[in-house]
C-alpha cells in the first residue's frame, strides 16, 4: 500500500500490531484506479463509530477533507482523475454524511485526530493534505498536531484565517439555531428548486454551485443527529461575530511545509483576501487565484484544480518534519505581521 509501512521479518509485538493494521480489507487494488467510476463507500469502526469514506487509486498519498455540512461528495469531480497518480482517500467527517453522528467532541482538534486515526487504521503513514473550508481548517490543525504525518497541505477556500463568514453560517451561532435550523433545513429538502434560489439569492448566492451545495447542505441537517452535529461544530469555530478560532498567529510555523492556497475570487462564503493575506505571511507559499469561481472551485473548476494540485505536487518535494526546526522557530517567533489587505483589495 503506498504510504504504508512494510512487514519485515522479526517483528517486535507493536510492529506485529502494525501490520494487522495493514492486512485490512482495504488495499488498494481493490480500489477503483484512476478514470474509473468512484466504487461504493467503505465503511470502517474507528473509536465505535462507524466511518465512511471513498477511496481510489494508486501512488502517493492524498487526503481531501470537506467542509461543514458537506460529503466526500464535494470531490466527486476531480478524484477519478487524481487516482489516476496518486492514492486519493474522502472521508465523511463524523457528524457528515454516511459517517457516524454521535453526542461528542466537534472541535477542530477531534476531526484532526480522526483524520489521522483513519489514516493509521488503513495503514498510510503520511500523505499531502487537501481541506476545503471547513476542512481547511482540520488540515491546519491536523499539521500543527501531527506534522510528522504530512506531506504538503493544500487550503481551498479555507477556513480559521480572517474572522469574516457568510451570515448564514454565523447564524447557526445564536440562541435557538437549535430549533430554528431542522425547521429550516427541513423547508429547503421539501422545497427544493425556486424556493431556495429565493432565499439563497437575499443572501448573496447565485444560481449554480454555491446554490446547489448549500442547498444540498442544509437539506442534509434533517437526518437524525446531523443538525446537533452542525450546530456544536459551528459553534467550536465560529460566533455571533464571525470565525473565533484562527490559524494567523502560528501560520509563520507552514514556513518550511509546502503550502498551496486556492480560492475563488467570487466566493460569497469566506472572502478572498483571506487567502491573499495567508499567502503574504506563509512566505514561501503558492497562492492560485481562479477568476469567477465561487465557493466550491472543485466543482466549477474542477479541470483547474486537479492541475494546480497535480503540479504541486510534482514540484515540492515532502515535508521533513524536524523538532530542532521547529524549535528554532518557536524561540524566534513570527515576522512582523503583514499589513493586511482591504476587502476588495487584490
Known amino acids: 500500500m503506498s504510504g504504508s509501512k512494510r512487514d519485515e521479518p522479526g517483528k517486535s509485538m507493536s510492529e506485529m500490531e502494525e501490520a494487522q493494521l495493514e492486512s485490512t480489507d482495504f488495499a488498494v487494488p481493490d480500489w477503483p484506479q484512476g478514470g474509473e467510476p468512484l466504487g461504493p463507500y467503505e465503511e470502517v469502526t474507528l473509536h465505535g463509530h462507524k466511518v465512511g469514506f471513498q477511496a481510489a487509486g494508486s501512488g502517493p498519498l492524498v487526503v481531501l477533507l470537506h467542509g461543514i455540512t458537506s460529503t466526500s461528495d464535494a470531490w466527486r469531480d476531480v478524484m477519478p482523475r487524481l487516482a489516476e497518480r496518486?492514492?486519493?482517500?474522502?472521508?465523511?467527517?463524523?457528524?457528515?454524511?454516511?459517517?457516524?453522528?454521535?453526542?461528542?467532541?466537534?472541535?477542530?482538534?477531534?476531526?484532526?485526530a480522526g483524520v489521522r486515526d483513519l489514516l493509521a487504521l488503513l495503514g498510510f503513514e503520511r500523505g499531502t493534505l487537501v481541506g476545503h473550508s471547513f476542512g481547511g481548517g482540520i488540515a491546519m490543525q491536523f499539521a500543527y498536531l501531527f506534522p510528522e504525518y504530512i506531506d504538503r497541505m493544500v487550503l481551498i477556500s479555507s477556513g480559521g484565517l480572517g474572522r469574516e463568514v457568510h451570515p448564514l453560517l454565523r447564524a447557526a451561532t445564536l440562541p435557538g439555531s437549535?430549533?430554528?435550523?431542522?425547521?429550516?433545513?427541513?423547508?429547503?429538502?421539501?422545497?427544493?428548486?425556486?424556493?431556495v434560489r429565493t432565499v439563497a439569492g437575499k443572501l448573496g448566492l447565485e444560481a449554480g454551485p454555491d446554490l446547489a451545495e448549500f442547498a444540498r447542505?442544509?437539506?442534509?441537517?434533517?437526518?437524525?443527529?446531523?443538525?446537533?452535529?452542525?450546530?456544536?461544530?459551528?459553534?467550536?469555530?465560529?460566533?455571533?461575530?464571525?470565525?473565533?478560532?484562527?490559524?494567523?498567529?502560528?501560520?509563520?510555523?507552514?514556513?518550511?511545509?509546502?503550502?498551496?492556497?486556492?480560492?475563488?475570487?467570487?466566493?460569497?462564503?469566506?472572502?478572498?483576501?483571506?487567502?491573499?493575506?495567508?499567502?503574504?505571511?506563509?512566505?514561501?507559499?503558492?497562492?492560485?487565484?481562479?477568476?469567477?469561481?465561487?465557493?466550491?472551485?472543485?466543482?466549477?473548476?474542477?479541470?483547474?484544480?486537479?492541475?494546480?494540485?497535480?503540479?504541486?505536487?510534482?514540484?515540492?518535494?515532502?515535508?521533513?518534519?524536524?523538532?530542532?526546526?521547529?524549535?528554532?522557530?518557536?524561540?524566534?517567533?513570527?515576522?512582523?505581521?503583514?499589513?493586511?489587505?482591504?476587502?476588495?483589495?487584490?
Open 86 to 112: 496518486y492514492t486519493v482517500i474522502a472521508p465523511d467527517m463524523i457528524g457528515h454524511g454516511r459517517s457516524a453522528k454521535p453526542r461528542g467532541d466537534y472541535s477542530l482538534s477531534a476531526y484532526a
Open 178 to 195: 437549535d430549533w430554528v435550523l431542522p425547521l429550516l433545513a427541513r423547508e429547503w429538502s421539501v422545497r427544493a428548486g425556486d424556493a
Open 217 to 346: 447542505g442544509y437539506a442534509s441537517l434533517t437526518e437524525e443527529g446531523a443538525s446537533d452535529a452542525f450546530i456544536h461544530t459551528m459553534r467550536s469555530v465560529i460566533d455571533h461575530e464571525g470565525q473565533r478560532v484562527s490559524a494567523l498567529d502560528r501560520l509563520y510555523l507552514a514556513d518550511h511545509l509546502p503550502t498551496m492556497f486556492i480560492w475563488g475570487s467570487n466566493d460569497p462564503v469566506i472572502p478572498v483576501e483571506h487567502g491573499r493575506n495567508a499567502h503574504r505571511i506563509v512566505e514561501h507559499s503558492r497562492y492560485v487565484e481562479i477568476e469567477g469561481s465561487g465557493h466550491w472551485p472543485m466543482l466549477d473548476r474542477s479541470d483547474r484544480i486537479i492541475r494546480e494540485l497535480t503540479s504541486f505536487i510534482d514540484e515540492t518535494e515532502p515535508f521533513e518534519w524536524s523538532l530542532e526546526s521547529v524549535r528554532e522557530r518557536l524561540r524566534r517567533g513570527p515576522e512582523p505581521e503583514p499589513q493586511a489587505l482591504p476587502a476588495g483589495a487584490s
